[in-house]
């Protein structure tokens, strides 16, 4: 009997299931349309489980085969299966005791160790001779304008008070209107920064889209460097991506902005000084 027991092969049922949105953030690097759909539902999960085909398609700026493609694509039968699993899931971490909310020492360990994560993968994927390329072109602009749309938006005002304090004419937007007209009057002797997570917001490709069109340096900082907002821009600095979905709601999120700020001061800093060295990060 013990015998038969370990020789059972394991069912698919028996494999450990990987989370619905995890999936779903992969997503992030798939074409521009499947992107969309993916930002959109990291965005709005609780919202998207409501949503029919053609509201989810329109919400997200994407067409219904592209919305069935993902789902497709991320090993879900259709539409109705994949809604059904994000349903679930989001059942099922509502009805969990609430993380994070009871101040205990785990807690508090647990906060920290994601914040060091979070900046020290943040760390390996920056590379420093990109960073010093960034340098004189953002203290040397006319305007440096910075845009990040939803939680992205307060990275961008974190960048925007760390260069105004080495003395880059920085701008922040934080109204997508002002954003998109800024760079629309932008010259090439100007420098545009987007940022944005999964690097698939439209407001924020677009933004940085009209500005690197101008011939404008165009810099983004995202966690996906294949991503839409990557491919208009000139140089791509590579954020980590946090360790599970849902923690962009959280201030764990901000350390890695704060550390590519700091790697830009100091490489401005140098280039300044005069210093004629590669930035060391480390």
């Not at 059972?8 to 521009?32: C, G, I, M, Q, W």
């Not at 994000?86 to 920290?112: C, F, K």
Request: glycine fraction near 6%.
């Amino acid at each position: 009997m013990a015998q038969s027991e370990r020789s059972r092969p394991t069912s698919k049922e028996d494999e450990p299931r990987t989370p619905v949105l995890l999936k779903v953030e992969t997503a992030l690097d798939y074409p521009n349309a499947l992107a969309r759909v993916a930002q959109y539902i990291l965005e709005n999960p609780k919202k998207a489980v409501r949503q029919s085909l053609n509201e989810l398609s329109s919400a997200s700026q994407s067409g219904q085969a592209s919305v069935f493609r993902l789902c497709r694509e991320l090993g879900f039968k259709g539409f109705t299966d994949f809604k059904l699993a994000l349903a679930g899931e989001i059942g099922q971490r509502e009805s969990e005791p609430t993380r994070g909310v009871s101040l205990t020492v785990d807690s508090l360990d647990e906060t920290v160790s994601l914040i060091t994560r979070s900046v020290s993968n943040t760390r390996q994927l920056l590379q420093p001779e990109l960073v010093a390329s960034a340098a004189p072109l953002l203290l040397n602009a006319r305007h440096v304008n910075i845009y990040g749309s939803g939680d992205s938006g307060l990275a961008g005002e974190v960048l925007f008070h760390r260069l105004r304090r080495i003395g880059v004419n920085a701008r922040v937007f934080a109204n997508v209107g002002y954003a998109h007209e800024a760079a629309e009057s932008m010259r090439r002797e100007d420098a545009a920064v987007a940022i944005s997570q999964s690097g698939a917001s439209p407001d924020t490709v677009e933004f940085l889209r009209r500005a690197h069109h101008i011939g404008a340096f165009s810099l983004a900082i995202t966690c996906h460097p294949k991503s839409s907002l990557a491919k208009v821009s000139d140089v791509v600095l590579q954020m980590a991506r946090l360790p599970q979905p849902g923690l962009s709601e959280q201030m764990i999120a901000l350390p890695r902005v704060v550390f590519i700020a700091e790697a830009l001061a100091i490489a401005i800093d140098d280039y300044a000084s005069g210093a004629g060295r590669v930035t060391t990060l480390a």
